[in-house]
């Protein structure tokens, strides 16, 4: 379980946190936005620009796509919640170093465990990664379900796992991708309804 006393504890320590590099060059923190109770965690790689400004994941273009994938499975956005592996902004939007990845961990980490959703859905490559402890990449991993935590029987069964691309790359890549971005969210919306029949 988490070291932290409460979510709130967490998002405190996560707010002042200057445990990488990263510290240096952020406008501000992206903890985290949604329900803390939410059946449905996303999890996406780090914040953008229009992140950084606003504290807030996922509002940009790719947040705007992300907000009507979860429309499309008759949700809203805060009926869940949206985390990133890393709090705050490489600089010029580069992928986040596996040093900073490490650094932010325990925060990822402890909000899973505060929130213990049903679902997860990791989007892209990096939180793929990380959750699922493979250095497979997302084209191979995507398109089904994973228990979550893995080997995890302490928690609900029913909890998985079901990654997907990063919104960012389905908008560079256009129709095919987002095809497969949608039937990834009805492997999501089947995983909810499931858990809660």
């Known amino acids: ?6 979510f709130e504890a967490l998002e405190q320590a996560a707010l002042g946190c200057e445990a990488c590099a990263l510290s240096e060059t952020r406008t501000q923190v992206v903890f985290g936005v949604g329900d803390p109770h939410a ?3 996303f999890v996406g790689e780090g914040p953008g620009a229009q992140e950084d400004m606003q504290g807030v994941p996922f509002v940009g273009r790719a947040g705007q796509l992300l907000t009507k994938l979860i429309d499309g499975i008759g949700l809203t956005r805060d009926d869940t919640y949206i985390a990133n592996v890393v709090k705050c902004r490489p600089p010029d939007n ?16 402890a909000q899973l465990d505060f929130i ?26 995507r398109g089904r379900e994973y228990p979550y935590p ?12 079901i990654p997907t691309l990063h919104p960012s790359a389905v908008l560079r890549s256009g129709g095919a991708r987002l095809a497969d971005v949608r039937a990834d969210f009805v492997l999501v919306k089947r995983a909810l309804a499931r858990a809660s029949s």
């Open 116 to 141: 213990a959703p049903t679902v997860v859905v990791t989007l892209g490559n990096f939180a793929t990664k990380l959750l699922l402890d493979t250095t497979q990449g997302i084209t191979q991993m």
């Open 39 to 41: 059946d449905l965690l």
């Open 94 to 109: 580069r992928d986040p170093q596996p040093s900073e990845i490490e650094a932010c961990r325990p925060y990822l980490e």
């Open 1 to 6: 379980m988490s070291s932290f006393a409460s």
């Open 150 to 161: 893995a080997g995890d029987d302490r928690l609900n069964a029913d909890r998985v796992l």
